[in-house]
Every structure is written in structure tokens, then in C-alpha cells.
């Protein structure tokens, strides 16, 4: 089922799928990291919240994009080479996490603070196609009612904490979340894809002008210098010299383009030749 189908509140679903068309908007992914965090946080009502990148060689993270954590703590979890305990949980069960309360060491959550700091957390892993690609979690529900967005007149689907209880994420809190990471990971997705394309369409240019090349401006180079070497036989004394000269800067220039045409090729396409007019000349004669 499509996480948004579980969102109850007709006036949050349509502030989820707002947040969902500026994901859309922008897909640069500095830009889609840091609206995916900073929708997610102020949909739920978070005091804080992170986006890790997961690095596909290594057990740890690759890259942290926040809104509201200790920027020290934040290089120290992209310095670790695994992650987090309980964030190491969702990478292997591939499923939500969600505390009420956490009296251990936020440590093990990728959290800086002293022990009992974080009074509540959501967390739940994106995935692209079946590769799980990052997490995204949030700390610290800060209302006691339920999340802006539920309209008047609406059941909210768990009651507010008590008083003098944290405020706790609930079920649309993680429906609304699930919601968003669901969209990160297609927005992801189709950047990926399209850089794949804009890789392919420069390929097939590089390819085409390297043919140009080849084709066109070293075979006019190839019939001048041919020219010139005729020219060059029937010369004499000085003239004769600059008819080789030009000839010879004409194969420096052949060489240049043949190296240019090589550098355009596709990785691992054979060197091409190194013909000259010289060379050229020296076949025809025998």
C-alpha cells in the first residue's frame, strides 16, 4: 500500500502532498536532501531531524544532511566507519523505528547530548527500487496535540500525550513520513535517471564530433599537406624548406587532433593511428 493512503486527515495529506511537489520541483541533490529534512521535520513537528546517505562500499554514511543537530556531532556520524546501533537496525531490518522515550545513550542513535536527552524518535530507511539508499529520521515530537495539519472536526488517531509526558510520534506521524520518503526515494530515482541520460547524450555528442573530426577536418588536412608535398618537389631553395616546414606542422597538427579524437572516444576505444602526410607520401611512392 502506498504510505499516503493511511494519512486520515484530508487537510494534512494535501500539506504531505505540497511537500511532495517541492521535492518534485527541485531534484539538484543538495536541494532534494535538504527539503526531504526540513518537510519531514515540520510536517511532524520534530525539534530535529537527518537525512544519512548510506555508502554502498561500507557499512557507515557517506553523507549527513540535518536541520537542527549539533554540526560537530553530525561530522562525527559521517566520520564513523559503521553506523549507529539502532540506526544499524533499520539498515538490516529495512523497517520504521519508532521510540517513545530513550533513556540510553542518544550515541547509539547518531545523537550528540547526555543520556536521556532524546525523549522521543522516528526513524525509517529509503529505499531505491529494493537498494536501500538512506535514512531519514526525526527527534522529539514538540506538541502535545497532533501534528498541523489535522483538520477540525477530525479523530486524531492516538490521544495527546498526558501531561507532564513528552509528546510521542503516532501512527500518522509515520504514515506522513513514510509518505515523503516514499516520494525522496522516486525523486532520487528519476535524478539518477536523468543523469544517466545527460551521461548517455554526451557520450553520443563526444562520439559524433570525434567522427567529425576524423572525417572531415583530418582528411582536408591529409589532401593540403599532400598538396604541399607535391608542391614541395618541384620547389627549390628557400621555398622548397617552408613547403617541408608547413608539411611538418601540418603532421603536428594531424597528431594533436588524433589525440583530441582518442580523449572523446568511449573509455577503453583503441588509440588511433598515427598516419602522417610524410608517412602517407613514403606508401604511395612504393
Not at 535538504?34 to 544519512?52: E, F, I, K, P, Q
Not at 542518544?106 to 550528540?112: E, I, N, R, S, V
Not at 547524450?201 to 582536408?220: C, F, N, P, Q, Y
Request: with cysteine; charged share 20%; proline share 8%.
Amino acid at each position: 500500500m502506498i504510505p499516503y493512503r493511511l494519512i486520515d486527515s484530508a487537510e494534512r495529506l494535501k500539506d504531505v502532498l505540497d511537500s511532495v511537489f517541492l521535492l518534485a520541483s527541485d531534484l539538484a541533490p543538495d536541494a532534494l536532501f535538504g527539503n526531504v529534512v526540513a518537510s519531514a521535520t515540520r510536517l511532524v513537528d520534530a525539534r530535529c531531524g537527518a537525512l544519512v546517505l548510506l555508502d554502498p562500499a561500507t557499512s557507515g554514511a557517506s553523507k549527513v544532511v540535518h536541520v537542527g543537530l549539533d554540526s560537530d556531532a553530525v561530522a562525527d556520524l559521517g566520520r564513523r566507519p559503521e553506523l549507529p546501533a539502532l540506526l544499524d537496525v533499520m539498515v538490516k531490518e529495512r523497517r520504521a523505528l519508532r521510540l517513545d522515550s530513550w533513556n540510553g545513550d542518544p550515541g547509539q542513535l547518531g545523537l550528540p547530548g547526555p543520556a536521556g536527552s532524546v525523549r522521543s524518535f522516528l526513524g525509517l530507511p529509503i529505499l531505491l527500487g529494493s537498494r536501500l539508499f538512506a535514512l531519514l529520521y526525526l527527534v522529539d515530537k514538540t506538541s502535545r496535540q497532533p501534528s498541523p495539519g489535522l483538520g477540525d472536526g477530525a479523530t486524531p488517531p492516538s490521544p495527546a500525550s498526558p501531561p507532564g509526558q513528552p509528546a510521542c510520534f503516532d501512527d500518522q506521524d509515520e504514515a506522513v513520513v513514510a509518505t515523503l520518503a516514499f516520494a525522496a526515494g522516486l525523486a532520487f530515482e528519476i535524478n539518477r535517471l536523468e543523469s544517466q541520460v545527460r551521461e548517455l547524450t554526451l557520450i553520443s555528442d563526444r562520439e559524433r564530433i570525434a567522427m567529425e573530426l576524423h572525417d572531415k577536418v583530418i582528411g582536408r588536412l591529409f589532401s593540403l599537406g599532400l598538396s604541399l608535398q607535391g608542391a614541395a618537389r618541384t620547389a627549390a631553395g628557400p621555398l622548397a624548406a617552408k613547403l617541408h616546414g608547413a608539411v611538418n606542422e601540418l603532421d603536428t597538427t594531424i597528431r594533436d587532433i588524433r589525440d583530441t579524437i582518442f580523449s572523446l572516444g568511449p573509455p577503453g576505444s583503441p588509440q588511433p593511428g598515427a598516419a602522417t602526410v610524410e608517412g602517407m607520401t613514403a606508401e604511395v611512392e612504393r
